[in-house]
């Protein structure tokens, strides 16, 4: 069980694995802590954007949209690669999955299917939304892949966390697609050998 790194801890954790981070606004107090709890935390989960056009993303991404409140996430991960903080602590990214999915990750095993939505995911995830449209026709630039890598690890490094820890939304939720475009075991292998 890990309680959540304060936001000055994850600045530092982001920038020590090597990232370019541009802060937001409020970022550090802006969250949904309000509707409930943020932690204790177990992993990090993936997300594409559906959006083009880097501010435009950020913007969604801080304030969020009718009927879904920002922040969508923690941080934005931008084509160029550089990771765009928006919030900390409970955000709006991860919503309701699977709790056969949450003790995997917290096991570090095996993912199983997703097939129920009975768990709280904002309150056990750190989310990184990336900018893609998630048509499967977008590009990932070797640059911004690079940048998920190092974002992700950063949180398992901080917290002793290894490669599985880190999943993708499609892995939680059943009916979602994202992060589409790449794979999720070539994702938790890079991490892993980044730790290493």
Request: charged share 25%; glycine share 12%.
């Amino acid at each position: 069980m890990s309680s959540p790194m304060s936001a000055s801890n994850f600045l530092k954790a982001l920038k020590n694995e090597g990232l370019t981070v541009v802060q937001v606004g409020d970022w550090r107090t802006h969250n949904r802590n309000h509707k409930g709890p943020w932690g204790p935390v177990h992993g990090v989960m993936l997300h594409h954007t559906v959006t083009k056009g880097t501010a435009r993303t950020v913007e969604i991404c801080r304030d969020g949209y009718a009927g879904l409140p920002g922040p969508l996430c923690h941080g934005v991960i931008a084509k160029d690669g550089r990771v765009h903080l928006v919030g900390y602590g409970r955000a709006n990214h991860a919503g309701l999955g699977d709790d056969d999915v949450l003790r995997a990750v917290i096991a570090e095993k095996r993912l199983p299917a997703d097939n129920e939505s009975n768990t709280d995911g904002n309150r056990h995830f750190y989310g990184f939304e990336c900018e893609n449209l998630g048509d499967g026709k977008d590009p990932w630039p070797a640059v911004q892949l690079e940048a998920i890598e190092k974002a992700a690890a950063a949180v398992c490094r901080f917290h002793g966390w290894d490669g599985p820890s880190v999943i993708g939304h499609l892995e939680w939720q059943p009916g979602k697609v994202d992060p589409r475009g790449f794979s999720m075991n070539g994702m938790r292998n890079r991490v892993h050998d980044r730790l290493k």
